[in-house]
C-alpha cells in the first residue's frame, strides 16, 4: 500500500493529538525554568544588559499575572471559535515572546515577552485537560492524561540542561521550535467532536469522531448527539415559557453550602501547600538556591539538571503510588517530610552560617535538598491537583476549578515575586523557616477539611463535606435536576473539562 494511502489507528491519532498539546507544555515548563538560566547570565559582568536587583523578581514572576488573564480567555475562545483556533492562540503569544527575548536590547523587552508567555501559559492551562479529554478514547484517556506533569518537569529539565551549555538568546531560540513544532501539527488535527456537536453540526462531528475512535464507540457519539439535541430542545421551552429563577437568591444558596464553600476553602491552602513546597521557586531560582545552600564551590548548573532529572523519574513514580494509596496517607506523609526537609535544610544553612556546624562535605546539603524535591514531585504538586479532580461537586464543577486555578495563578506570582526579598532579609535559612511554618499550618487546615476520596463516588465525598446523606426533598430535587436536559448538559461539560484536569 502506498503511503499516500496509509490509514493510522485511533490510537495513533490520539497520540498525535496529544503529542501536539504535550509539546506546547513542554514549552510551558521552558517558560517555568528560564529564569533560572537567565537570571545568572545576566548578573554576569560581561552581560550587555545591565538588570537591577529589583527588576530580577519582576522578570521571574511577571508571567504568572498575565496567567490570571489567561484563565479568563480560554473559555470564550474554545466557545465562539472552537478548541482548534484555541490552541492556535496558545502557540503565537509562546512564539512572539521567545522571539522578542532573542532578539532583546532592554530588560523591558524581556519582561514584555515573559509577560506574553504567561499570557499563553494561561491559556494552555485550561486547554491541555479539554483537549485530551474530548479528544481521545476513555479507555486511553488517562495514560494519556499522565503525559501533562511529565510533560511540565521535562520542559524544566530542559531548558535547564540546554541553558547551562548555550546563551540563554540560543536558548530562548530552541525553546520556541516547541511552539512552532506544535503550531505545525495542530494544522493536521480536525476539530473537537464535542465542538462540532455543540454548533449543530453533526455529520461532521460523526465524521471526525471515527476519525479519532473508529467505529467501536459509536454508543458515545450518538449519546452526545442526542444529548445537544433535548438540550436544544429545552432552551427553545424554556424561552418561551420565560421560566427564569431569582439569580442572586440562586448564588446565595449555592455559596452558603457546605459542599461548596469547605471544598474551595481546602483547595486554596492546597494551591498554597503546592507553591510553597518549593517546585516554583526551584524552577526559577534553582542556581540561587543551590549555591546558597551547597556553598560557592559547587556546580549549580549541574545539581540543577541532577534535580530536574529526579524530578521527572519521581513524577512517573507518583502516577503509579498515587492510584494505590489512601489520598489523606499520601498527602500528610509527604508532607510531614517535605516540612521535616526545610527545616532540616534552615538548620543546617543556619548552623554553618554560624560557624556550629563546619563539616563540609557536599553529600549532606545534597541529599537534604533532594529529599525535599522528591516530596514536591511525587505529593506536594501532583495531589492537590488530583484532589482537586475528586472533591468539588459536579454541579458546580466549573466555578470551583477556576476559583482553584486563580489562588493556584495569584500565590505563584507572591511566591516568586517575594523570594529573592525573603532571602535578602532572612538568608535561606529564614526563608526556608517560613516557608516550613506555611506548609504546617496548610497541612492542619487540610487535616480538619479533607475526607478521604480514593475509592469513593463523587457523590459519597459530597454527602462528607455535607455532613450527611441528602434528604428526601433534596434527592428528589437533585433528580429533578439532573433530569432537566439543559442542566444534565451542563453538567457533563463540567465533568468533561474539570475532572480531567488533575495532573
Not at 92 to 119: N, T
Not at 413 to 431: C, E, H, I, R, S
Not at 438 to 456: C, F, H, I, Q, S
Request: glycine fraction near 6%; proline fraction near 4%; charged fraction near 15%.
Amino acid at each position: 500500500m502506498s503511503a499516500s494511502k496509509r490509514t493510522y489507528s485511533p490510537f495513533v491519532k490520539q497520540s498525535f493529538v496529544t503529542a501536539a498539546v504535550c509539546i506546547n507544555i513542554v514549552c510551558h515548563g521552558c517558560v517555568m525554568g528560564f529564569p533560572a538560566i537567565l537570571l545568572p547570565q545576566l548578573r554576569h559582568p560581561g552581560s550587555p544588559l545591565a538588570v537591577p536587583k529589583s527588576t530580577e523578581s519582576w522578570i521571574a514572576s511577571v508571567h504568572s499575572i498575565s496567567m490570571l488573564l489567561g484563565y479568563f480567555l480560554t473559555p470564550p475562545i474554545m466557545e465562539r471559535l472552537g478548541r482548534k483556533l484555541a490552541h492556535y492562540a496558545v502557540c503565537i503569544p509562546f512564539l512572539v515572546g521567545w522571539f522578542m527575548i532573542v532578539m532583546a536590547e532592554s530588560v523591558h523587552v524581556i519582561i514584555i515577552g515573559r509577560i506574553l508567555h504567561g499570557l499563553s501559559s494561561g491559556l494552555l492551562t485550561t486547554l491541555r485537560s479539554v483537549l485530551i479529554g474530548e479528544y481521545t478514547s476513555p479507555r486511553n484517556r488517562g495514560a494519556f492524561l499522565t503525559t501533562i506533569s511529565l510533560a511540565q518537569a521535562f520542559g524544566i529539565f530542559f531548558v535547564h540542561l540546554v541553558g547551562s551549555l548555550l546563551s540563554w538568546r540560543l536558548t530562548a531560540l530552541v525553546c520556541a521550535f516547541f511552539s512552532y513544532t506544535s503550531f505545525i501539527m495542530t494544522m493536521f488535527i480536525p476539530e473537537s467532536p464535542s465542538w462540532l456537536v455543540a454548533r449543530g453540526r453533526f455529520d461532521e462531528c460523526r465524521a471526525v469522531f471515527h476519525w479519532l475512535r473508529g467505529d467501536t464507540e459509536d454508543d458515545e457519539l450518538e449519546d452526545m448527539i442526542n444529548t445537544r439535541i433535548a438540550y436544544e430542545k429545552a432552551i427553545v421551552r424554556k424561552r418561551c415559557s420565560g421560566s427564569e429563577s431569582s439569580r442572586i437568591n440562586k448564588i446565595w444558596h449555592t455559596m452558603t453550602k457546605k459542599e461548596f464553600y469547605k471544598p474551595i476553602i481546602l483547595m486554596i491552602h492546597g494551591n498554597i501547600l503546592m507553591q510553597f513546597a518549593g517546585g516554583t521557586t526551584m524552577s526559577a531560582y534553582s542556581t540561587v538556591i543551590i549555591g546558597l545552600l551547597m556553598g560557592p564551590g559547587a556546580n549549580a548548573h549541574f545539581w540543577m539538571v541532577f534535580l530536574d532529572t529526579q524530578r521527572i523519574i519521581s513524577n512517573s513514580v507518583a502516577v503509579y503510588v498515587i492510584n494505590r494509596t489512601k489520598r489523606r496517607t499520601m498527602l500528610f506523609s509527604t508532607g510531614a517530610l517535605c516540612v521535616v526537609s526545610h527545616l532540616a535544610i534552615a538548620a543546617y544553612v543556619y548552623a554553618r552560617h554560624e560557624g556550629i556546624f563546619v563539616y563540609d562535605a557536599i553529600w549532606l546539603p545534597a541529599l537534604l535538598i533532594n529529599i525535599q524535591f522528591f516530596t514536591v514531585a511525587v505529593g506536594m504538586v501532583p495531589l492537590p491537583n488530583v484532589i482537586a479532580g475528586e472533591v468539588f461537586p459536579l454541579e458546580h464543577r466549573s466555578i470551583c476549578g477556576s476559583i482553584s486555578l486563580m489562588t493556584g495563578g495569584s500565590f505563584m506570582f507572591v511566591t516568586l515575586k517575594t523570594f529573592p526579598y525573603l532571602v535578602d532579609a532572612g538568608g535561606l535559612q529564614g526563608t526556608y523557616l517560613l516557608y516550613a511554618a506555611l506548609l504546617t499550618y496548610n497541612l492542619a487546615v487540610m487535616w480538619v477539611l479533607l475526607p478521604e476520596t480514593r475509592g469513593k463516588t463523587l457523590q459519597q465525598i459530597e454527602a462528607e463535606f455535607r455532613g450527611r446523606a441528602l434528604r428526601p426533598e433534596e434527592a428528589e430535587a437533585r433528580h429533578s435536576l439532573h433530569a432537566d436536559p439543559v442542566e444534565a448538559y451542563k453538567s457533563k461539560l463540567s465533568l468533561r473539562r474539570c475532572s480531567s484536569a488533575v495532573l
